[in-house]
């Protein structure tokens, strides 16, 4: 069997085909409805954090999963890096989450010189899910 697909399986291979998928990953089905008013790259002692500021519009108390995708420079495809859960957020209320971004899912595999390389740049994809790219911040 051919796997000519290479890294692009999942919802790696979905993000920018010609044909969308029934159900992105991560785009659950909830009850609140959402404003992404801001988010912002921040440092952590473990590498890179995003800020993500977002306010529940919805007439319930509602949770939020935010999700973030890198977006490298060049043709590796999207990755998922990091998720945090906005918890009982109560109609009308701000919250800030914080989603620290595991600094293993930055690294590419570099052929030439056989061993892991961590590139700077590409795009943080701040997102409800994959299908539903909020705010894009570019990586410092």
Known sequence: MDYAEGTR???RGWYGADVEPAF???????WGVWDYRSAEQVRSDDGVAVAVVLA??????????VQVYWRPEG????RLVGYAIADEVVPGE?????????????RLWDEVASG???PSGGTLLVA???GDIRI????S
């Open 56 to 65: 529940n519009t919805a007439d319930r108390t509602s949770r939020e999963v």
């Open 75 to 78: 043709a590796a495809p999207v």
């Open 136 to 139: 894009e911040v570019e990586r």
């Open 116 to 118: 892991w390389v961590t």
């Open 128 to 130: 409800r899910g994959l």
């Open 24 to 30: 992105w990953f991560g785009g659950g089905l909830g």
């Open 94 to 106: 701000t919250r800030t989450v914080r989603v620290t971004c595991d600094p293993r899912a930055f």
């Open 9 to 11: 399986v999942g919802y």
